[in-house]
């Protein structure tokens, strides 16, 4: 057997970097266009809260850069994703199929719902949730009752899916869609990861009823912390603004709300930094593309580990790069780790999946051997827009 070529590895990461002595970084946030003006605009006028007119200037251009109905701005990725599961009907007892590989935010938001995260097996061809095995794990241990999806071990109602578009590439949404049709189950999507990546030509987000976004410091653009609900149903935007702003009755002088509402609208501040930034995506996507397209020449020749690309029908966002070590050299990982931490290059693993978490260990499962396979086997490197646009080091 081959031996892994440790060297050859960091060597390869190496040449698709532009010339630099520092340490490089698996994100940096990038800002060279209007965020000077904009957030200076915001102080200058004083409208830095929770009103202003960045809030719904944001709003419209996501909507209309990812085609959907409407997009509503919140504070952070996971208070969208905890809006969607509760307009969709997820209620406490209920449980949510999510993937066992994916950032915990996921499997959290269906818990403050006092839902129970039922965990599915990845594809290896997507990294994501796998509708070919989730329909086979469903014909298991699933029975339609009284019109909705019951899990028949554990007598729980399933209500909903909630794949996660790992690392920017996209799910197999439309077999998906046909096992949530099939199921009866509501379709969410995590898009956390996803802005700017296209499923069969139509933006990510537009498969499920809902999808949430995710605009932290490390994300493909960024509001400093902040995220948004997507939906092409009016009256759920409606609601989604409603519930994450108090649901307050509108009126001119007074405050009444006419349900337990959330204070999770994206402050002005933040907005003003997201026109910005939204107006520079076209830019990144293309600089994380010639990234992408250097690593991937830089991986040809070195063997027991791959470049991972864009599955067949889809057009990746490539938000953060990732290698997948040969499963005979999986045992290597911590190896390629140390040594290209070591060369200043940061190298992190895939998150631990959610069944090794202690809060979500009693979790319900199906069988989980490719996500397990994957956890051994994914090296994330540097991927900020930043490599992608200077000139490579060789
Ligand atoms: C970043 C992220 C989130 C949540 O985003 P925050 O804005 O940090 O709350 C949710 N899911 C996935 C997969 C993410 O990567």
Redesign the pocket.
Known sequence: MNALDLEGIVRAIRSALPKSDEPVQLHEPRFEGNEWPYIKECLDTRWVSSVGSYVDRFEKELAEYASVKRAVAVV????A?HVCLKLAGVRAGDEVIIPAL??V??ANAVAYCGAIPHLADSAEATLGLDPAKLAEHLAEVAEIADGACRNRLTGRPIRAVLP?HTFGHAVDLEPLQEVCRRWKLALIE?A??SLGTFYQGRHTGNYGCLA?L???GN?IITTG???AILTNDEELGRLAKHLTTTAKVPHRWEFSHDQVGFNYRMPNLNAALGCAQLEQLPGFLAAKRALAERYRAAFAGVRGIRYFSEPAGSRSNYWLNTLLLDETHADKRDAVLAAANSAGLTTRPAWTLMHRLPMFQEAPRMDLSVSESLERRILNIPSGVALGAGAPHA
């Open positions: 952070n990725g996971t208070a994703l994916t950032f935010a996921t996660m995590d956390a990861e949430a995710s605009f932290n994300k912390g902040g995220g």
